[in-house]
């Protein structure tokens, strides 16, 4: 036991030991600069089935899946056209990282309890519809989505409670003065202003916005350095609900913190009861999952998770010490499910101790990796006489959903471009890429907005679609642009489900 302190101490803390009553003394390794590597037979763990699953999450469209056991990486796959270190839009699981942002509140003491009322917290705020459900609820109501606030997110439709937040001039006072549907702690329902008001209370306890003390209290003492965070809102507030980016290692060190129950390299930056009830879910929530402090929970499969739109995950499968990430950009109606990838990697595990090497299986989990990174081209046809003449046209628009004011399309013998400006703020409203047209898409240089990657065909002789995306945002864009003399039309639609029509002309 004193050589192997020795030997712990010789690693200039890059790891620890776990408990001396620990039958198998795994090391516990402390990601903060990077993350170690690892065949999956050294980790006691199936490559061929691997292999296997990064072959089938592919076919749903993902950007990346990242597979941890014993604190090395041992599976990391990228699907084209999305890269390595690209920081990736969380959608929900930013409310994870907020309900994180609380359990740090609460143990440096800015927060005294959970069982707090919110509307004392955040008295100063102008709040109407006030009656006795709404003065009992509670930070710990906000953290399990039990608020009984009356709300409607679905569709992200104009008149929804979500997209009214939005275009609030006080957000935070907007959840505030909603009626009550429900008393405090009565039903479970997915409400994102419950995590706004959550940011709102950081901002109001810390004097800092969200992001502001996720960088120093959380981002930091984990090595997360991938992290970006929206925009404020008019008080200074982060949102809460979505918005966070990460690269997916970085997703990983947050669910490694969970993993280890909220320790980090000696530190303990979130309570260990915190994550307890993280992983049991006392809350019943919907398709079978539990709820707490804003994370997912299957307990019945050993499991939970941070959940967000279009298959972003961190997922925690502690009795396996094991954690993934996931990426996506698909629609809703499509994605690996959770409890099958949980089924999955739970197949793969195979001891908790090194399994004979295996060259033949890690050689088709390689392989399987390197396919993954390749673009698959779709089927193109011919390009129309009519490409020559619309090239390098500007088609101006009136003002529209999109804020569309120009698009051009470039045409050439060799890689082709788009531009498309924008009414927004001078200096900012000027986009460009590049378009693939041999079915394969064309990365474009990295700009203030990201990274571009675009492939187009022309479906008939008038109408050329072009898909846009914006690596690490989890979304994909269609644009179909239909000429007709000096007229055209576009028809804009992505995978959150959102649809626009524009019609402009050219005057060259």
Same mark, same amino acid.
Do not use: C
């Given at each position: 036991?004193?050589?192997?302190?020795?030997?712990?101490?010789? &690693?200039?803390?890059?790891?620890?030991?776990?408990?001396?009553?620990?039958?198998?003394?795994?090391?516990? &390794?402390?990601?903060?600069?990077?993350?170690?590597?690892?065949?999956?037979?050294?980790?006691?763990?199936? @490559?061929?089935?691997?292999?296997?699953?990064?072959?089938?999450?592919?076919?749903?469209?993902?950007?990346? &899946?990242?597979?941890? /056991?014993?604190?090395?990486?041992?599976?990391?796959?990228?699907?084209?056209?999305?890269?390595?270190?690209?920081? #990736?839009?969380? /959608?929900?699981?930013?409310? @994870?990282?907020?309900?994180?942002?609380?359990?740090?509140?609460?143990?440096?003491?800015?927060?005294?309890?959970?069982?707090?009322?919110?509307?004392?917290?955040?008295?100063?705020?102008?709040?109407?519809?006030?009656?006795?459900?709404?003065?009992?609820?509670?930070?710990?109501?906000?953290?399990?989505?039990? $608020?009984?606030?009356?709300?409607?997110?679905?569709?992200?439709?104009?008149?929804?409670?979500?997209?009214?937040?939005?275009?609030?001039?006080?957000?935070?006072?907007?959840?505030?003065?909603?009626?009550?549907?429900?008393?405090?702690?009565?039903?479970?329902?997915?409400?994102?202003?419950?995590?706004?008001?959550?940011?709102?209370?950081?901002?109001?306890?810390?004097?800092? @916005?969200?992001?502001?003390?996720?960088?120093?209290?959380?981002?930091?003492?984990?090595?997360?350095?991938?992290?970006?965070?929206?925009?404020?809102?008019?008080?200074?507030?982060?949102?809460?609900?979505?918005?966070?980016?990460?690269?997916?290692?970085?997703?990983?060190?947050?669910?490694?913190?969970?993993? #280890?129950?909220?320790?980090?390299?000696?530190?303990?930056?979130?309570?260990?009861?915190?994550?307890?009830?993280?992983?049991?879910?006392?809350?019943?929530?919907?398709?079978?999952?539990?709820?707490?402090?804003?994370?997912?929970?299957?307990? =019945?499969?050993?499991?939970?998770?941070? /959940?967000?739109?279009?298959?972003?995950?961190?997922?925690?499968?502690?009795?396996?010490?094991?954690?993934?990430?996931?990426?996506?950009?698909?629609?809703?109606? =499509?994605?690996?499910?959770?409890?099958?990838?949980?089924?999955?990697?739970?197949?793969?595990?195979?001891?908790?101790?090194?399994?004979?090497?295996?060259?033949?299986?890690?050689?088709?989990?390689?392989?399987?990796?390197?396919?993954?990174? =390749?673009?698959?081209?779709?089927?193109?046809?011919?390009?129309?006489?009519?490409?020559? $003449?619309?090239?390098?046209?500007?088609?101006?628009?009136?003002?529209?959903?999109?804020?569309?004011?120009?698009?051009?399309?470039?045409?050439?013998? @060799?890689?082709?471009?788009?531009?498309?400006?924008?009414?927004?703020?001078?200096?900012?409203?000027?986009?460009?890429?590049?378009?693939?047209?041999?079915?394969?898409?064309?990365?474009?240089?990295?700009?203030?907005?990201?990274?571009?990657?675009?492939?187009?065909?022309?479906?008939?002789?008038?109408?050329?679609?072009?898909?846009?995306?914006?690596?690490?945002?989890?979304?994909?864009?269609?644009?179909? &642009?239909?000429?007709?003399?000096?007229?055209?039309?576009?028809?804009?639609?992505?995978?959150?489900?959102?649809?626009?029509?524009?019609?402009?002309?050219? $005057? =060259?």
């Amino acid at each position: 036991m004193l050589m192997l302190a020795v030997m712990a101490a010789s &690693l200039g803390g890059l790891g620890s030991f776990a408990k001396a009553d620990d039958p198998n003394l795994q090391e516990v &390794l402390w990601p903060t600069k990077s993350w170690q590597t690892s065949s999956p037979e050294q980790q006691g763990m199936d @490559s061929a089935r691997l292999a296997r699953l990064i072959e089938a999450v592919g076919t749903y469209k993902q950007d990346s &899946l990242t597979i941890i /056991r014993h604190g090395r990486i041992v599976a990391d796959a990228y699907y084209a056209p999305y890269v390595p270190d690209v920081s #990736h839009d969380l /959608r929900s699981v930013t409310k @994870s990282v907020v309900g994180t942002l609380t359990a740090i509140l609460l143990k440096k003491g800015n927060l005294d309890s959970v069982d707090h009322p919110v509307v004392d917290l955040l008295s100063e705020k102008q709040i109407q519809e006030m009656d006795t459900r709404k003065k009992s609820i509670t930070v710990q109501n906000l953290l399990d989505m039990n $608020s009984g606030i009356e709300w409607v997110e679905k569709l992200y439709t104009p008149e929804e409670t979500i997209m009214r937040m939005y275009e609030s001039p006080n957000r935070t006072a907007f959840v505030l003065s909603q009626p009550m549907a429900n008393a405090p702690g009565a039903s479970f329902y997915y409400n994102s202003g419950n995590p706004y008001l959550l940011s709102s209370l950081i901002t109001r306890t810390t004097g800092q @916005s969200a992001f502001d003390f996720a960088k120093k209290e959380l981002f930091e003492p984990l090595g997360i350095k991938s992290a970006k965070w929206g925009k404020v809102d008019a008080q200074g507030v982060t949102d809460g609900e979505a918005g966070l980016s990460l690269s997916p290692h970085d997703m990983a060190r947050i669910g490694y913190l969970y993993l #280890h129950n909220g320790q980090w390299d000696g530190k303990q930056i979130i309570p260990p009861s915190w994550v307890e009830r993280a992983q049991s879910g006392p809350v019943d929530a919907t398709f079978g999952f539990h709820y707490g402090n804003l994370w997912w929970s299957y307990p =019945e499969k050993g499991a939970y998770m941070a /959940r967000g739109r279009h298959s972003q995950l961190i997922l925690v499968i502690p009795k396996l010490d094991v954690v993934v990430t996931m990426t996506g950009f698909l629609n809703d109606t =499509e994605f690996y499910s959770a409890s099958g990838l949980i089924d999955d990697i739970s197949s793969a595990v195979k001891s908790d101790r090194p399994l004979p090497d295996n060259p033949r299986a890690q050689a088709l989990l390689a392989k399987a990796i390197h396919r993954a990174a =390749e673009d698959k081209p779709y089927v193109v046809g011919n390009i129309p006489e009519l490409a020559k $003449s619309i090239s390098g046209k500007v088609y101006g628009f009136a003002d529209n959903k999109l804020h569309v004011k120009s698009f051009t399309l470039n045409f050439y013998e @060799s890689d082709s471009s788009w531009v498309i400006t924008t009414f927004g703020e001078p200096g900012r409203n000027r986009f460009t890429g590049l378009v693939g047209l041999d079915g394969l898409y064309r990365k474009s240089p990295p700009a203030g907005y990201g990274i571009n990657a675009a492939r187009g065909r022309w479906t008939s002789e008038h109408t050329f679609v072009m898909e846009r995306r914006i690596l690490g945002h989890s979304e994909t864009q269609t644009w179909a &642009l239909t000429f007709d003399g000096d007229k055209v039309t576009v028809n804009f639609e992505n995978t959150d489900g959102f649809k626009a029509e524009l019609h402009g002309e050219t $005057s =060259e």
